[in-house]
């Protein structure tokens, strides 16, 4: 016995989706059919628009900042010997892992928040965010010592 092959592919309303999608599938993938959620319910049902980016964008500039600050407070390294020899893809994938682990409570309460059933009870408080404040002053202050002009946006 042989099912035919369908398949569903939920798209949000980005402006980078056309809204005719559908009728541009070639023929090979006309079994998909393509329906795009309502309009503002992304975060909704997407766990990773419910501020863990935001979160993480901010530790991750954080670290940044920090990283550099460390590197070049103190030495004669200038920022864009910084910048040419000792930051580069590896460097900024073990940042990303370090903060990946830290927002892990973050990730856990998204996905709570979604799919309750998955997520393993853990010790922490339910959206827990990074305090904007205080990580946005602490990278103008690290940003200012090392005489660069920043600005809050």
């Not at 682990?101 to 799919?115: C, D, G, M, R």
């Amino acid at each position: 016995m042989s099912l035919p092959l369908h398949a569903l592919l939920i798209m949000d309303n980005a402006p980078s989706h056309p809204p005719d999608i559908q009728d541009d599938l070639l023929e090979e993938f006309k079994f998909t059919k393509i329906q795009f959620m309502p309009p503002n319910t992304t975060p909704l049902f997407q766990p990773m628009d419910q501020q863990v980016i935001s979160n993480f964008k901010k530790l991750y500039t954080k670290a940044l900042f920090e990283r550099c600050f460390e590197m070049t407070e103190g030495t004669n390294l200038s920022l864009r010997e910084f910048w040419k020899y000792h930051f580069h893809i590896a460097t900024s994938l073990k940042v990303i892992e370090k903060k990946c682990v830290e927002s892990q409570e973050n990730l856990t309460s998204a996905w709570k928040t979604l799919w309750p059933k998955t997520v393993v009870e853990c010790d922490f408080e339910e959206s827990e965010t990074v305090p904007e404040e205080a990580v946005v002053k602490e990278i103008l202050s690290l940003t200012k010592i090392m005489g660069l002009e920043v600005d809050k946006k």
